[in-house]
Antibody
Framework: QVQLVQSGAEVKKPGASVKVSCKASGYTFTSYGISWVRQAPGQGLEWMGWISAYNGNTNYAQKLQGRVTMTTDTSTSTAYMELRSLRSDDTAVYYC??????????????????WGQGTLVTVSS | QSVLTQPPSVSGAPGQRVTISCTGSSSNIGAGYDVHWYQQLPGTAPKLLIYGNSNRPSGVPDRFSGSKSGTSASLAITGLQAEDEADYYCQSYDSSLSGFWVFGGGTKLTVL
């Protein structure tokens, strides 16, 4: 079955960096993009960015530009999200999710399925 | 503030019908971009519930349905069950500076 398995919880100090992995299985990794979504404690979902597993193209949310980098390793079907210069308000559960579309222009209809189990990143001094 | 606006909470008794609205603007839903819905049970990852405005993935009961009109979309749940108690999120694309794909703020469904 299609599955995304993420790395374990992390505790980081302000100013540090964190790198979360997301290993895909059950489908052809390079045929789909991966998005990263985060959820602060008690809050809603925030889309962080997207990477094409086919060619490595990326798009990042404007508020994270310059602090986030998304990469993939096609040899291991794994996607990575690195967030730098961590602040306390980066404390959240980080999810990876496969992107799906009907075809054609993905912006018209693009949804996320499945999702990884989530990785809690805690930023605290 | 989310680009897509959802009511913070809705409630209903078992067996009843509830609807959750998702209101956008001319840069997202009103521009023709599709709306998708997710269910997040407590302590778990979101799960796809409706895609392409009104399509259910296999395994999702037909008690769940979606619709879209103008700058808004709705999720309807009929025959409410205790296990439907969860947070529900809408998602679409926004062509403004706010980013690519955006989520609503989420709606907490309480089954009375």
């Amino acid at each position: 079955q299609v599955q995304l398995v993420q790395s374990g919880a992390e505790v980081k100090k302000p100013g540090a960096s964190v790198k979360v992995s997301c290993k895909a299985s059950g489908y052809t990794f390079t045929s789909y993009g991966i998005s990263w979504v985060r959820q602060a404690p008690g809050q809603g979902l925030e889309w962080m960015g997207w990477i094409s597993a086919y060619n490595g193209n990326t798009n990042y949310a404007q508020k994270l530009q310059g602090r986030v980098t998304m990469t993939t390793d096609t040899s291991t079907s794994t996607a990575y999200m690195e967030l730098r210069s961590l602040r306390s308000d980066d404390t959240a559960v980080y999810y990876c999710a496969r992107g799906l579309t009907f075809g054609g222009d993905p912006t018209m209809s693009y949804w996320f399925d499945p999702w990884g189990q989530g990785t809690l990143v805690t930023v605290s001094s | 503030q989310s680009v897509l606006t959802q009511p913070p909470s809705v409630s209903g008794a078992p067996g009843q019908r509830v609807t959750i609205s998702c209101t956008g603007s001319s840069s997202n839903i009103g521009a023709g971009y599709d709306v998708h819905w997710y269910q997040q049970l407590p302590g778990t990852a979101p799960k796809l519930l409706i895609y392409g405005n009104s399509n259910r993935p296999s395994g999702v009961p037909d008690r769940f349905s979606g619709s879209k009109s103008g700058t808004s979309a709705s999720l309807a749940i009929t025959g409410l069950q205790a296990e439907d108690e969860a947070d529900y999120y809408c998602q679409s694309y926004d062509s403004s500076l706010s980013g690519f794909w955006v989520f609503g703020g989420g709606t907490k469904l309480t089954v009375l």
